[in-house]
């Protein structure tokens, strides 16, 4: 079965969406909901096929529609690797940004597109078969705090089954390494800043850090088990152009160009370590190029959270300057030129109130320090809103 917005696009041959060819189709007993299509964009051009063959590595970089799985994919491609994105292209936010993501990589040569969802078993265990990867970026996932509260199992489906799944086709499959998200959720209630990856993190505070938590968990397991490096990104509030739009930083933007009262949690008494997508992309390119390896110092009396006897290791992606929310508004206001109506309300369920990473191991392993500075970022991020909305 073609997902709708596929029939709608090949009928033009304008479209990037032109260059879809469906490879595979399969049904779990679970029906059409869960079909597994495998959709194939590249484009076959004499020059891309000259290109493609001196792209000799192969990542796979799943949730490659999603704000950070783009610009990952995008990144790689100009390393010339052989990209291959997947995607479930799910309606959790504007689809049409995902698209129109996609369309951007679409005409990129080394780029091959699979439209298939991590929590059919079936299509996971046949995508490992089809395919053999170098490394596997993991950035798929139901993300999102709040919306955990309400739909429970988006996050049971793509975060607990779909990890699982993708991690029985890494070790099948014999990847030189996992790189897989995490998320600044994890640390919950812990309130000692900045947050460590060395500090024990087992008090999460909603479902959705607690499916994170459970795929580091899980990853270990793994890499203890079958001896595969697997190493975890817990991303502190990533922004940046092409981001999304369930995020402070795209709700106030769209409000303030509106006119509307924007909705400020906790009075703005939230401090976040935002972090610009470009210094996030950079360390995931870095980070995969350097497996996880046993800590020979690992104590398992004194165990660190951080590492272990087995090829795993986490780390914190932070910018390690955490900023008031107020202050994001007020350097979204200058930028924008306009004041925001601020609409005060009480802390969300599930949210924390504070978040600052400890970069140091990051820093250390992989020589990059995450340092845009946020009127930087916010000012390129409004430069895109506009651009892409026309504005
Ligand atoms: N953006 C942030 O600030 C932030 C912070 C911490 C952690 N993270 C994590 O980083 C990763 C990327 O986040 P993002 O901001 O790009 O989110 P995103 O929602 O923009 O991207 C995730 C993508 O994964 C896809 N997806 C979801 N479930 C899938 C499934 N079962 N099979 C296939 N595809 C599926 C979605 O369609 C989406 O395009 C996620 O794991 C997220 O939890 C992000």
């Not at 059919?120 to 919306?147: I, M, N, P, W």
Request: net charge positive.
């Amino acid at each position: 079965m073609l997902f709708p917005f596929c029939r709608r696009l090949t009928s033009g041959n304008r479209s990037p969406f032109s260059y879809f060819i469906r490879i595979h189709h399969g049904h779990t007993a679970a029906g059409p909901h869960f079909a597994h299509d495998i959709l194939v964009a590249s484009r076959r051009h004499r020059i891309g096929e000259r290109m493609r063959a001196s792209r000799t590595r192969s990542i796979l970089v799943t949730g490659c529609a999603g704000f950070i799985g783009f610009h990952v994919a995008r990144r790689l491609l100009e390393e010339r690797y052989r990209v291959v994105g997947l995607d479930n292209l799910n309606a959790y936010y504007d689809v049409s940004l995902k698209q129109a993501r996609l369309a951007q990589l679409i005409s990129q040569t080394g780029f091959e597109f699979l439209k298939a969802d991590l929590a059919s078993r079936e299509g996971t265990e046949s995508l490992f078969k089809q395919h053999q990867f170098d490394y596997v970026v993991h950035l798929a996932a139901q993300a999102g705090v709040r919306y955990s509260i309400s739909d429970p199992y988006a996050y049971v489906d793509s975060n607990l089954a779909g990890f699982a799944h993708l991690l029985e086709g890494c070790r099948r499959g014999g990847i030189k390494h996992l790189v897989f998200a995490s998320s600044s959720s994890v640390y919950g209630a812990n309130t000692r800043m900045p947050f460590s990856p060395h500090q024990p993190a087992d008090h999460p505070i909603s479902l959705y850090a607690a499916t994170k938590k459970a795929n580091e968990a899980m990853a270990h397991a793994y890499a203890h088990l079958y001896r595969f490096p697997a190493t975890g990104l817990r991303f502190f509030t990533v922004y940046g152009p092409w981001g999304r739009p369930d995020m402070a930083l795209f709700l106030f933007t769209r409000a303030i160009l509106e006119g509307r009262p924007i909705d400020v949690f906790n009075c703005g008494v939230m401090l976040r370590d935002f972090t610009y997508i470009d210094d996030a992309t950079e360390a995931v390119a870095r980070v995969m190029l350097r497996p996880a390896e046993p800590n020979l110092d690992w104590r398992s009396d004194q165990p660190d959270s951080a590492s272990s006897s087995a090829p795993y290791r986490l780390y914190n992606v932070g910018n390690s300057q955490p900023v008031d929310l107020n202050e994001l508004i007020k350097t979204l206001e200058a930028k924008l030129g306009k004041k925001a109506q601020v609409n005060l309300l009480e802390m969300q369920p599930g949210d924390v109130p504070a978040t600052s990473a400890d970069i140091s191991d990051l820093t250390r392993d992989i020589g990059f320090r995450p340092s845009t500075p946020l009127a930087v970022g916010v000012g390129r991020f409004v430069d895109w809103y506009r651009s892409y909305y026309g504005l």
